[in-house]
């Protein structure tokens, strides 16, 4: 095979590869257009196994026909993960101030132990040692 023919190979490849990668952007495209106008009708259901009452954290999101949370759900279930988030970086957050509070006020007090000489004053005898 002389260099010319796989030159031509190569060029014909890469011509294949972009004509299918076109076709799939015109069949996406079409698809989108088509959902667009035909939307499907999604009605409130109940969840009935044990998937979908994972899904709906028993019940509570709104589940639709198709099997799926609803938008509703879904705004529903983000919600619900934005305010666990929230109340745990409150407790984080409420936990290292007492920790700051009670144990690093003890380690500050027996420094400041150690540099004075018992009447509050600094000594300058303490900064030696």
């Known amino acids: 095979m002389s260099l010319k023919d796989r030159i031509n190979n190569w060029v014909e490849k890469r011509n294949a590869k972009d004509e299918a990668q076109d076709r799939l952007k015109k069949r996406k495209a079409i698809e989108k257009q088509y959902a667009k106008e035909h939307p499907k009708q999604v009605t409130p259901v109940q969840p009935e196994y044990e998937q979908e009452f994972k899904l709906t954290h028993n019940g509570k999101f709104e589940l639709g026909s198709d ?14 993960r934005l305010n666990i988030a929230i109340l745990s970086l409150v407790v984080l957050i409420v936990l290292l101030y007492l920790y700051f509070i009670f144990f690093m006020r003890s380690s500050i007090n027996e420094d400041w132990n150690h540099y004075t000489d018992g009447t509050g004053k600094a000594s300058i005898a303490g900064c030696f040692e």
Not at 69 to 78: E, N, V, Y
Request: charged content about 35%.
């Open 67 to 80: 099997g799926k949370l609803t938008s509703k759900g879904r705004s529903q279930r983000l919600k619900f």
